[in-house]
């Protein structure tokens, strides 16, 4: 998709979080149940959170890449929903097919994801993870299924919110909050910074990102960053260069006004 407007348009910030239940009755299984009633309540609801158009218009049933679209800036959006009593966004989600995943992503063809927690017929949690912060490694492989089972060797898979940098995972509703819209689309348009087609380079990025997040002080030293790179090594055993890998992350994202320099050495979060 294009770049976001540099001034975000005003949204109205009116949300009916309650689900109609009633789309459903017609089908048996739950997962079915789910999937007709939060997808209902999406194309009911949800704007572009990259654009800020007012509607998203919904793919016929069981496309294969995605769930939604907007026909303004022409993004994709895929929607994975799950029932949750505490309202908590879980780091694993199901997932469809891992080879046709993996493909999607190195092909750079996958859609931005949404991911909902719902529980007593009300929405309670949305966030909007930009499609360029999908990297191989948050895709995990599920086993085969059993000869039994009626797709027999089917390959499966679960992505790994917790690999993606919180930065990334921009909040439109939390614990039952609506977040402000104006607000989201800012913060897609802040994040937009960092795209990066290279999938190798992605990886670096949201690897340095992650780390950073990890330092509980929002300030923090060169030396606090090199304690992550015996982790680095063995996810990147051909790199001799970790050190200088790391610093040339760092001036990336303090030339995106992600950190700031303080001082040789020496760097600040920038919340």
């Known amino acids: 998709p294009p770049p976001p407007p540099s001034s975000p348009p005003s949204i109205p910030n009116h949300m009916n979080l309650s689900l109609d239940l009633l789309l459903a009755q017609s089908y048996k299984s739950k997962s079915q149940?789910?999937?007709?009633?939060?997808?209902?309540w999406i194309?009911?609801?949800?704007?572009?959170?990259?654009?800020?158009?007012?509607?998203?218009?919904?793919?016929?049933?069981n496309r294969p890449v995605a769930d939604f679209f907007c026909g303004s800036c022409e993004s994709d959006y895929e929607l994975k929903s799950k029932e949750s009593k505490s309202a908590i966004l879980k780091n694993t989600i199901p997932d469809g097919a891992y080879d046709t995943m993996i493909k999607?992503?190195?092909?750079?063809?996958?859609p931005n994801l949404f991911v909902m927690t719902y529980y007593n017929n009300y929405v309670n949690n949305l966030i909007f993870v930009p499609n360029f912060f999908f990297v191989p490694d948050i895709i995990i492989k599920r086993p085969p299924l059993k000869e039994s089972a009626r797709r027999a060797g089917w390959v499966g898979c679960n992505i790994n919110l917790g690999l993606i940098p919180d930065e990334a995972k921009i909040k439109i509703i939390y614990n039952g909050e609506v977040m402000s819209a104006d607000n989201v689309v800012e913060n897609y348009r802040r994040i937009h910074r960092l795209k990066i087609d290279s999938i190798r380079s992605r990886?670096?990025?949201?690897?340095?990102?992650?780390?950073?997040?990890?330092?509980?002080?929002?300030q923090f030293t060169l030396k606090d960053i090199y304690a992550f790179e015996s982790v680095l090594k063995i996810k990147y055993p051909e790199n001799h260069f970790i050190k200088d890998k790391l610093r040339q992350q760092l001036q990336i994202l303090r030339n995106k006004g992600f950190i700031e320099f303080t001082k040789r050495g020496c760097y600040k979060k920038i919340l």
């Open 33 to 40: 149940q789910s999937r007709v009633v939060t997808e209902s």
């Open 43 to 61: 194309a009911q609801n949800m704007y572009c959170p990259i654009c800020g158009a007012s509607m998203l218009g919904h793919y016929e049933a």
């Open 104 to 110: 999607r992503i190195t092909s750079l063809n996958n």
């Open 203 to 218: 990886g670096w990025l949201i690897d340095t990102m992650s780390c950073i997040n990890r330092i509980p002080n929002n």
